[in-house]
């Protein structure tokens, strides 16, 4: 059990969903609805410049968002 | 009230038409859809209390049964984050005031995304209404190389799903067919459902993810295209220059594409006008027609190539795809003010009109955010600005090349907009430190695939705006010019008095009483007199000084409004002038709106007065500088 976050995992690398920290409050809700649900499949494919917003692909969507709301998002095993 | 029609007439009440909602996620080609099913003939309105749109189609089923189609904004679920949510949640429960709970739905969901769609869908379908699925986007699937068996999936879900191309109107005489099918033929209101216990997302998307898999006949290359593109417009360099060129573009396009339709129209005004003077005799009426229709209208009219060009870049932008990747790049930047880049949406639509843009503030969360949004968007400039913008430009800024094929006109516009935009930034950056402080805002949105905008979709959205600029024009902006014309014409100068009409006039005394005011920022009396029916909307200042100046030159000088005022302003007064109008609030409607989304008087009056104070002292600073440099 690691305790990687999504706000941390490398551009490029793959990595599925363990779960959303409670911290994430009431946006814990909208971050499942929006693909970030336990065993779902992310992937940091782009960051807009000076690297805060990234874009991640989550199963068949591409979900912008800023680093400290990636942070609520935690992640199993980076493969 | 059962009135004596309804006595005589009882079926009447029972075969109310029924309501068809249009639901879906929000990137499902929802409104591709409506607007092939719909056409030209919708019509906009608003739900009472807030300021989300409404749009719906009447509409004919195959069988000749007439339905209305309601377009309801799109959703993730039906535990609304925001009002555009809510709106949807509580019209689908029966909730909203004023609208009837559905006889059925029409769900639309991307082929393209199914499990991610499909989540929504098994959240509505749990509602009990009538549902029809419509499995959109089948080209883009086909082409991506995915296969979806649509049978399987219309058993699964126990709803009739249909296969449809939206852009290209495929599939869709089967889909009204089975919403027809779908309709229950009592003719009754579904009754309200206040008690709704939201579904647990995880479980709806464990469903959903299960039933996406079992109907996936073959797994497609999704999304390959638009991740080879996101590389190039979403590069951390290349990007926001890209988004830069774009911007510039836009604007040296809204100058120069619209200057040969609007040199048709000024001339098709001179036409109707020298037609009105060889019929008429000089009289009162032919002033009023001359001078107080056709040069007010008229004057306001000649913009619409402008906004039509400038809708149709929004437009363009927005069906694309590309808005949500302009909201990603300039995130960052919205961040250092405070801001979020999902602000960045309304704030690019306010460059249209601050209406639509403060309505699409609603999809902002947060209520500081959204407030902070609010406050600033009338200091993007909105198309109803380019009027007096273009013709102040036309008439004291030469029209030679700076560099290349960038004209001077079109750099002076773009340093406008500019001004506009720092402006907001500089305001956000003190309200959010002062009135609207709060935690600081998150970003958060789902970037849909590029794709190719329909062009059924920019035809829809330009013609419903310019429906709109042209009612404005034949209404508001009609009766201020007539009214300022009537204003301006009496009482009539004595014979051989030293004044002008103008300034004999009402006009004249009521600009006297305003001019001590705005004489400091070097406004003169004629600026003076516009000002005050400029309130009704900005455009109506050009036609406000286009019937001042009208009024006061001979019959035989039939110059336009542009060689008049090149000749009468010194230079500094009119760069104070289009200084003023880069932010002050000079738009009723604006205001209105904002009272209505901020539920008082409050934000309104604030904001009216913040931005009279920042255009007072612009224009002031502008004039003296120029005064400085020797420019008058």
Known sequence: ?79 | MTTATESLKPTAAARRQPLVAVVGHPNAGKTSLFNALSGARQKVGNYPGVTVERKSADLALPSGTRVELLDLPGCYSLIPHSLDEAVTRDTLLGLQPGESRPDAVLIVTDATNLAAHLRFALDAMRLGIPTVMALNRMDMAARDGLSLDSALLSEKLGIPVIGTVAVRKRGLDELLAAVERALPTSGTTPAPQPEFTPADPRKLGREARAIAKSVTLAEGQSRAASRKLDAVLLHPVAGPIILALLLFLMFQAVFSWAEAPMGWIESGIAWAQGIVSSILPDSVFRSFLNDGLLAGVGSVIVFLPQIIILFAFILVLEGSGYMVRAAFLMDRLMASVGLNGAAFIPLLSSFACAIPGIMATRSIPDARDRLTTILIAPLMTCSARLPVYAVIIAAFIPARSVFGPVGLQGLVLFILYLSGILGAMAAAFVLKRTVTKGPPPSFMMEMPSYQLPALRDILVGLWLRAGAFLKRAGTIIMGVTVALWALASFPAVPEGHPQSQVEYSIAGRIGNAIEPLVRPIGFNHEIAMSLLPAMAAREVAVAALATIYALDADDEDTSGLIERLSGSWPLPTALAFLAWFVFAPQCLSTLAVVRRETGGWKWPLFMFGYLTALAYIAAGVTYHAAMALGLG
């Open chain 1, 1 to 79: 059990m690691t305790n990687q976050t999504l706000d941390t995992l490398a551009a490029g690398r793959t990595a599925s969903v363990a779960g959303i920290a409670p911290s994430a409050g009431p946006l814990a809700h909208r971050l499942i609805e929006l693909g970030f649900d336990e065993g779902a499949l992310v992937e940091v494919i782009h960051q807009a410049p000076l690297g805060d917003p990234i874009a991640v692909r989550v199963d068949g969507s591409v979900v912008a968002l800023r680093r400290a709301l990636a942070h609520h998002i935690l992640l199993a095993d980076a493969a």
